[in-house]
């Protein structure tokens, strides 16, 4: 039991704690009348990494992700195996400022579909609200916690911009911390067409 609240508390204290790089500038801050401006058809690969690359040298990391695998918190498998044979695009719609559509296509045919939480704040980011606390095994007796907060906005060519902060720590047999790890990055995905 003591374990439980243990991880209850720490996973609070992170998820408090979780802070995007504050050298991240918004291109583009999203107000309530342009909140809109979001919906459109992208590409689910990423355009490339900007400047934060040469901050995180460890970028190569991250070069199979896309946003299907960003989005869906799959901990401990593959959400997504891309074929380069086929066509792969996501579609965003505002439902209204605290709901966001996610419609996932392959060569243009609906795959899946989600709906997620979001929040508009003053800094002109929408957050996303996605399950923001996810478990690996038993965390801090042989797992770990892992938290990840999101949130979008546009670039000045209305390319969607995607930054995470992500946190993971965990422990094998309540003694020794497993990992400890922090990444905090900027994806960027081309916008196919714009959606009314």
Partial sequence: MKKILLV??????LTSCGVF???LKNPNRLQKNSLNNINGLYDIEEMGFDSLSELYPSKLFWTGNNFLREIDRK????????????????????????????TY????????ERFLKTKLKKDGY????????GFVLIPYVFGAVDVKRTRLTLDKDENLVFDVYN???????GVGFLSWKTWRYRRTYEKIQSIL
């Fill in 167 to 173: 946190h993971r720590s965990g422990a094998i047999g």
């Fill in 75 to 102: 901990l401990l498998k593959d959400t997504l195996q891309i074929d380069s044979a086929k066509n792969y695009t996501f579609e965003l719609k505002i439902i209204n400022k605290k709901k966001i559509k996610i």
């Fill in 8 to 13: 209850v508390i720490v996973a609070i204290c």
């Fill in 105 to 112: 296509l392959e060569n243009d045919v609906i795959f899946r």
């Fill in 126 to 133: 929408l957050y996303l609200k996605n399950k923001n606390i």
């Fill in 21 to 23: 790089d504050k050298n």
